[in-house]
């Protein structure tokens, strides 16, 4: 059994035997040594490579907190849950039965709108959606803060792009759920502002295996470019499928396939994909947050400073920042209120923006571009 295994079993052991039970009248969550935090996301499936490196991550750094003396003298206590995250009723029995103080980082559009649910039924602050759709940010939630961009702002500096090399000719293949609805949305904004057109338009359930089909219509629509929104091994056996039908056209994909693991999924036709960032590069070195990551995992069993894990590390620092600032004394309202003092804040190479009436905290969006080896290169 690897670490991440242990560590998730112990932490359901301890649940189960109540030993972060808080004194009558204490803020749910919150005992005299610890505070509970729950977080939902696949850690294996099409989508797991970017959940266990994220997870990895957390693990690494709220373990280094706690060994610090915690925030406040309390210990910070991670409940996640392995699961493709789908119905209300799902996480209504989690937080029943873990009682968490907040929500935090969970998986993927479907999973976090069903967080974003509950946490305004409740009144939970919701910390990091692990999506960039656009209902996180618009209408206004006074409970839910974003650390990352949407995903319309992603596609958009990607088409930006394209037009920029004169690659005006642009197919999309989406899978067809909220989230690659919503990118859907961003990529047709995106065509009108850069003044590019749309040759093909191909849409696939989650489940999906064989993308023949799709590869071979875009064979016939050659396309310049091509973007692709779906989970990281969706994505990676439709550009494979793609490139064995022959279509030379530049691939891109959004910053929720920017694992290693995606580009492992890739193999030898990593070379070329576009995959759009949300937060600085971690390999380069060149910010506090980089080089902090990359201390931190460096002797971490199933560590791996990646993107992935660099919005992990950053979501990490900006809810451990937020627990300070709300005192030893702590409320969600006051968490809440700690949270959006945070304007302008430098968080290490990212500027965290909140307000009591903005929860979008970042717009930073880059392109990086996998090599042959599977590195990510701006």
Same mark, same amino acid.
């Given at each position: 059994?690897?670490?991440?295994?242990?560590?998730?079993?112990?932490?359901?052991?301890?649940?189960?035997?109540?030993?972060?039970?808080?004194?009558?009248?204490?803020?749910?969550?919150?005992?005299?040594?610890?505070?509970?935090?729950?977080?939902?996301?696949?850690?294996?499936?099409?989508?797991?490579?970017?959940?266990?490196?994220?997870?990895?991550?957390?693990?690494?750094?709220?373990?280094?907190?706690?060994?610090?003396?915690?925030?406040?003298?309390?210990?910070?206590?991670?409940?996640?849950?392995?699961?493709?995250?789908?119905?209300?009723?799902?996480?209504?029995?989690?937080?029943?039965?873990?009682?968490?103080?907040?929500?935090?980082?969970?998986?993927?559009?479907?999973?976090?709108?069903?967080?974003?649910?509950?946490?305004?039924?409740?009144?939970?602050?919701?910390?990091?959606?692990?999506?960039?759709?656009?209902?996180?940010?618009?209408?206004?939630?006074?409970?839910?803060?974003?650390?990352?961009?949407?995903?319309?702002?992603?596609?958009?500096?990607?088409?930006?792009?394209?037009?920029?090399?004169?690659?005006?000719?642009?197919?999309?293949?989406?899978?067809?759920?909220?989230?690659?609805?919503?990118? $859907?949305?961003?990529?047709? %904004? +995106? #065509? /009108?502002? @850069? &003044?590019?057109?749309?040759?093909? *338009? =191909?849409?696939?359930? !989650?489940?999906?295996?064989?993308?023949?089909?799709?590869?071979?219509?875009?064979?016939?629509?050659?396309?310049?470019?091509?973007?692709?929104?779906?989970?990281?091994?969706?994505?990676?056996?439709?550009?494979?499928?793609?490139?064995?039908?022959?279509?030379?056209?530049?691939?891109?994909?959004?910053?929720?396939?920017?694992?290693?693991?995606?580009?492992?999924?890739?193999?030898?036709?990593?070379?070329?994909?576009?995959?759009?960032?949300?937060?600085?590069?971690?390999?380069?070195?060149?910010?506090?947050?980089?080089?902090?990551?990359?201390?931190?995992?460096?002797?971490?069993?199933?560590?791996?400073?990646?993107?992935?894990?660099?919005?992990?590390?950053?979501? $990490?620092?900006?809810?451990? %920042? +937020? #627990? /300070?600032? @709300? &005192?030893?004394?702590?409320?969600? *309202? =006051?968490?809440?209120? !700690?949270?959006?003092?945070?304007?302008?804040?430098?968080?290490?190479?990212?500027?965290?923006?909140?307000?009591?009436?903005?929860?979008?905290?970042?717009?930073?969006?880059?392109?990086?571009?996998?090599?042959?080896?599977?590195?990510?290169?701006?």
């Amino acid at each position: 059994m690897n670490a991440l295994a242990r560590w998730l079993r112990t932490g359901l052991c301890m649940l189960s035997l109540g030993m972060l039970a808080g004194p009558a009248g204490a803020e749910q969550g919150v005992a005299p040594d610890a505070i509970v935090i729950s977080r939902v996301i696949a850690l294996d499936g099409p989508a797991g490579a970017k959940g266990r490196e994220q997870e990895a991550a957390l693990q690494a750094y709220f373990g280094a907190v706690n060994a610090a003396g915690g925030v406040h003298g309390r210990r910070i206590v991670l409940r996640t849950t392995n699961a493709d995250l789908r119905s209300t009723e799902v996480l209504r029995s989690l937080h029943d039965s873990q009682r968490p103080f907040a929500l935090f980082l969970f998986g993927g559009t479907a999973g976090s709108a069903v967080a974003m649910a509950l946490a305004t039924e409740l009144r939970i602050p919701f910390v990091a959606p692990n999506s960039g759709a656009h209902a996180f940010h618009e209408p206004f939630n006074r409970y839910v803060f974003n650390v990352r961009a949407r995903y319309r702002d992603e596609v958009a500096a990607a088409i930006r792009h394209f037009a920029l090399v004169n690659q005006r000719r642009v197919a999309l293949v989406h899978v067809d759920d909220p989230f690659g609805r919503d990118a $859907a949305e961003g990529y047709r %904004e +995106g #065509l /009108r502002a @850069a &003044g590019a057109s749309s040759v093909h *338009e =191909g849409r696939f359930a !989650a489940d999906q295996v064989d993308f023949s089909a799709h590869a071979w219509a875009l064979a016939a629509a050659r396309p310049q470019a091509v973007v692709c929104i779906g989970a990281s091994r969706r994505v990676a056996d439709l550009i494979v499928a793609a490139r064995r039908a022959g279509v030379a056209a530049t691939f891109m994909t959004l910053s929720n396939n920017s694992s290693a693991g995606f580009a492992r999924e890739l193999g030898s036709h990593a070379r070329g994909v576009i995959v759009s960032q949300v937060m600085p590069p971690p390999a380069t070195q060149t910010t506090p947050l980089s080089r902090e990551v990359t201390r931190l995992l460096a002797g971490a069993q199933d560590g791996e400073a990646s993107y992935a894990a660099m919005e992990a590390y950053a979501s $990490a620092k900006l809810l451990v %920042e +937020g #627990l /300070r600032r @709300a &005192g030893p004394n702590l409320t969600r *309202e =006051g968490f809440v209120q !700690a949270l959006q003092s945070l304007q302008r804040f430098d968080l290490g190479g990212l500027e965290i923006d909140f307000s009591p009436k903005k929860r979008s905290g970042s717009a930073y969006v880059d392109l990086s571009i996998l090599t042959e080896d599977g590195r990510y290169r701006r």
